[in-house]
């Protein structure tokens, strides 16, 4: 196991597989002409644009002794489940609720080991019984499972390494078991982003409004690669390139499907900032909306029932570091905005604050810091919230001057939308813990189990559960306060 990088070795590690991934897209087409379709009107409590109100920045959480938890995680009552079992060539992820209960992404590494091959889902109508379907052969580079009409829909980067293209396969089912190509999804991006050395390197697909929606912002980079700056950041992009950026390097482009073959040209609706189309997106996908985070001159956090007509929800506040770590929640009178705060730095050297914003209509306070930390997934239902992420560090080894690095999973929960974190709702697991991605269904959790693969490492024991499940009525529910 190795010790976490610092948070600059971090940023360009995770900068690099972004951009990798844009240019491992394929094919070419030209954009269809731009139709604009009507949105929902926005609500009263989005009509304006709330300032962040002044808070105290919490004292950042020190580094804690990871606990006995072991791999068995702790908040919530959980029990393991299985069959599927963990294997070591048995990849499991994209866990995700719809119709029929849930359903999660099964891959195996290639013989090479440099790629995974999507080859079954495995599909359970409460969490607890598990079914594997295979998927079509040739089916490699998936990309997520997301709900549509009932069914299934799986995107893939099925065309293999093309520059400065964008494409995108989809396979649909109505049941999780029948799978067919429903189409794709190509586009070129322009030459004159080639000439300037930029890529179209901000890449998102979801599904809202019984349709498919794909997102590409353009982001100037003058290091073609080396990292998606954020467009008109004046703090990592100087004056004077900002002036030279060519005008088709600006904005994000949208598009919008009903059946994953044929795509329309979109026009976006409040998405850009007033006078403006410099700006990049971070989409995040909940039951019913589109949450983004707007990033650029003006960020801000926007939400969406149809993923065209955007309304501005609140500002992201300016210690918020939109090119990290990101979460977007919906709460029943906001959002979460959870992500990574470029200043905060507890003497560690080890960077990487993860920081949770509370923003309303009526105002933006931040109510958690814990570092070093790196939220993974968040479920929530109604005013409960459940936190996955995980921590690193090094203990010194006795009679040596050598340390020993560490690394654990952790779970911290709320029960008041994410206004308090209380320390009873917290789980911190042993070195070598780990827990992967959670998914929701109604008041059902389960989380995908997990083994850290190093070398050294034991072998897997047969027969280990591949799922944990719980409630989240099993979270303590504050009592009610007595009038005096």
Same mark, same amino acid.
């Given at each position: 196991?190795?010790?976490?990088?610092?948070?600059?070795?971090?940023?360009?590690?995770?900068?690099?597989?972004?951009?990798?991934?844009?240019?491992?897209?394929? &094919? #070419?087409?030209?954009? $269809? !002409? =731009?139709?604009? *379709?009507?949105? @929902?009107? +926005? /609500?009263?409590?989005? &009509? #304006?644009?709330?300032? $962040? !109100? =002044?808070?105290? *920045?919490?004292? @950042?959480? +020190? /580094?804690?002794?990871?606990?006995?938890?072991?791999?068995?995680?702790?908040?919530?009552?959980?029990? @393991?489940?299985?069959?599927?079992?963990?294997?070591?060539?048995?990849?499991?992820?994209?866990?995700?609720?719809?119709?029929?209960?849930?359903?999660?992404?099964?891959?195996?590494?290639?013989?090479?080991?440099?790629?995974?091959?999507?080859?079954?889902?495995?599909?359970?109508?409460?969490?607890?019984?598990?079914?594997?379907?295979?998927?079509?052969?040739?089916?490699?580079?998936?990309?997520?499972?997301?709900?549509?009409?009932?069914?299934?829909?799986?995107?893939?980067?099925?065309?293999?390494?093309?520059?400065?293209?964008?494409?995108?396969?989809?396979?649909?089912?109505?049941?999780?078991?029948?799978?067919?190509?429903?189409?794709?999804?190509?586009?070129?991006?322009?030459?004159?982003?080639?000439?300037?050395?930029?890529?179209?390197?901000?890449?998102?697909?979801?599904?809202?409004?019984?349709?498919?929606?794909?997102?590409?912002?353009?982001?100037?980079?003058?290091?073609?690669?080396?990292?998606?700056?954020?467009?008109?950041?004046?703090?990592?992009?100087?004056?004077?390139?900002?002036?030279?950026?060519?005008?088709?390097?600006?904005?994000?482009?949208?598009?919008?499907?009903?059946?994953?073959?044929?795509?329309?040209?979109?026009?976006?609706?409040?998405?850009?900032?007033?006078?403006?189309?410099?700006?990049?997106?971070?989409?995040?996908?909940?039951?019913?909306?589109?949450?983004?985070?707007?990033?650029?001159?003006?960020?801000?956090?926007?939400?969406?029932?149809?993923?065209?007509?955007?309304?501005?929800?609140?500002?992201?506040?300016?210690?918020?570091?939109?090119?990290?770590?990101?979460?977007?929640?919906?709460?029943?009178?906001?959002?979460?905005?959870?992500?990574?705060?470029?200043?905060?730095?507890?003497?560690?050297?080890?960077?990487?604050?993860?920081?949770?914003?509370?923003?309303?209509?009526?105002?933006?306070?931040?109510?958690?810091?814990?570092?070093?930390?790196?939220?993974?997934?968040?479920?929530?239902?109604?005013?409960?919230?459940?936190?996955?992420?995980?921590?690193?560090?090094?203990?010194?080894?006795?009679?040596?001057?050598?340390?020993?690095?560490?690394?654990?999973?952790?779970?911290?929960?709320?029960?008041?939308?994410?206004?308090?974190?209380?320390?009873?709702?917290?789980?911190?697991?042993?070195?070598?813990?780990?827990?992967?991605?959670?998914?929701?269904?109604?008041?059902?959790?389960?989380?995908?189990?997990?083994?850290?693969?190093?070398?050294?490492?034991?072998?897997?024991?047969?027969?280990?559960?591949?799922?944990?499940?719980?409630?989240?009525?099993?979270?303590?529910?504050?009592?009610?306060?007595?009038?005096?």
């Amino acid at each position: 196991m190795s010790m976490r990088p610092p948070r600059s070795m971090l940023l360009l590690a995770v900068l690099a597989s972004l951009t990798i991934g844009a240019l491992s897209t394929a &094919s #070419s087409a030209q954009s $269809p !002409t =731009p139709t604009q *379709r009507s949105g @929902p009107t +926005p /609500r009263p409590s989005e &009509s #304006s644009t709330p300032r $962040p !109100t =002044p808070v105290l *920045r919490p004292t @950042p959480v +020190p /580094r804690v002794t990871p606990g006995p938890g072991g791999l068995v995680p702790g908040v919530l009552d959980w029990e @393991p489940v299985g069959p599927p079992w963990l294997r070591a060539d048995r990849y499991l992820r994209s866990p995700v609720a719809w119709a029929d209960g849930f359903a999660v992404l099964q891959e195996r590494p290639t013989r090479d080991g440099e790629e995974f091959r999507a080859i079954a889902v495995w599909r359970s109508p409460d969490g607890r019984t598990w079914t594997r379907s295979r998927l079509p052969a040739g089916i490699i580079g998936a990309r997520e499972l997301l709900p549509l009409r009932g069914g299934l829909v799986l995107v893939t980067d099925d065309r293999g390494f093309r520059r400065f293209t964008v494409s995108f396969g989809f396979w649909r089912s109505p049941n999780g078991v029948d799978w067919r190509r429903a189409g794709g999804f190509d586009y070129r991006v322009p030459k004159r982003l080639e000439r300037w050395r930029c890529q179209a390197n901000h890449q998102h697909v979801a599904t809202v409004d019984d349709r498919i929606m794909v997102y590409v912002s353009k982001c100037w980079d003058p290091c073609c690669g080396a990292a998606p700056l954020p467009i008109g950041s004046e703090r990592v992009v100087g004056l004077a390139a900002q002036e030279e950026r060519p005008a088709d390097a600006r904005g994000t482009r949208a598009w919008s499907s009903g059946n994953g073959s044929d795509w329309e040209r979109v026009r976006l609706v409040g998405m850009a900032p007033p006078g403006t189309d410099d700006y990049g997106i971070a989409i995040r996908q909940t039951d019913d909306e589109l949450l983004a985070v707007r990033e650029g001159r003006e960020p801000a956090v926007l939400r969406s029932s149809d993923g065209i007509a955007w309304t501005t929800f609140g500002q992201v506040p300016d210690r918020f570091d939109e090119d990290g770590q990101l979460g977007l929640v919906p709460i029943p009178d906001g959002v979460l905005l959870i992500g990574e705060s470029y200043d905060i730095d507890d003497g560690t050297g080890y960077g990487n604050a993860m920081v949770i914003w509370r923003v309303t209509a009526a105002s933006t306070t931040l109510t958690y810091v814990r570092q070093p930390a790196f939220v993974l997934s968040v479920v929530v239902d109604g005013a409960q919230v459940l936190v996955r992420g995980s921590s690193w560090g090094s203990r010194p080894i006795p009679g040596t001057l050598q340390e020993a690095d560490e690394e654990w999973s952790w779970l911290i929960g709320s029960v008041d939308s994410g206004m308090t974190w209380d320390e009873g709702l917290a789980w911190t697991g042993s070195d070598g813990s780990c827990l992967g991605d959670m998914a929701a269904r109604g008041t059902t959790v389960i989380a995908l189990a997990c083994i850290r693969r190093s070398r050294g490492d034991p072998p897997i024991p047969p027969g280990t559960p591949a799922f944990w499940i719980a409630s989240l009525e099993g979270f303590p529910v504050p009592s009610p306060s007595v009038p005096d």
